[in-house]
């Protein structure tokens, strides 16, 4: 599903990751471990495709399309999910619209029933008062908080690849 080849990474000309190789195949789980400033979260990212990130060298196959170039939109369309360490808040956007219209944007195809039908089996599943839906996204929410609020956006979106 994911094949990193040869990847090198900067960020403002700093070189941060040489000539990385991984795979990942579907169903599988796969854990980065090593010291603070290693590059783990700088992977996350730049699989992700923040602007910050420069591929130097190699590629990143995902279901066999490079998608080296594209937008993060198109990527997260394309099936990946990146939870965030310290997500940003959002202030003046309610979490309901915020999930509705990733989920709009993400599976256009789907209908609102669709979505709808999801949002209460993960609400259920994850034990989620309705009302938290209501406030903005993430603004005052504690650490666990943010954690099922992600959750809920996995459940909702059902990405190929969850990047935590």
């Known amino acids: ?5 040869g990847l090198s990474l900067t960020i403002d000309s700093k070189r941060l990751i040489t000539d990385l190789n991984l795979a990942i195949e579907p169903g599988t789980i796969h854990v980065c471990m090593g010291p603070n400033g290693s590059g783990k979260s700088s992977l996350a990212l730049a699989l992700m495709g923040h602007p910050r990130y420069q591929i130097v060298q190699g590629s990143i196959l995902f279901n066999g399309q490079d998608i080296g170039l594209f937008a993060p939109d198109k990527r997260a369309k394309s099936g990946i999910f990146l939870s965030l ?5 959002i202030p003046g956007v309610i979490l309901s619209t915020f999930l509705r219209e990733s989920f709009r944007a993400v599976h256009p195809h789907l209908s609102l029933d669709e979505y709808l039908d999801r949002l209460a089996l993960a609400c259920s599943l994850l ?3 309705r009302a938290f839906l209501d406030r903005p996204v993430y603004e005052g ?5 943010k ?7 996995l459940l909702l979106l059902r990405p190929k690849l969850a990047i935590l």
């Not at 360490?85 to 808040?89: A, T």
């Not at 929410?141 to 908080?145: N, T, V, Y």
Request: proline content about 4%.
């Open 85 to 89: 360490q310290q997500p940003y808040e």
């Open 127 to 129: 034990n989620i008062d």
């Open 1 to 5: 599903m994911l094949q990193i080849c």
């Open 141 to 145: 929410f504690s650490g666990g908080e």
């Open 147 to 153: 954690k099922r609020c992600e959750m809920l956006q």
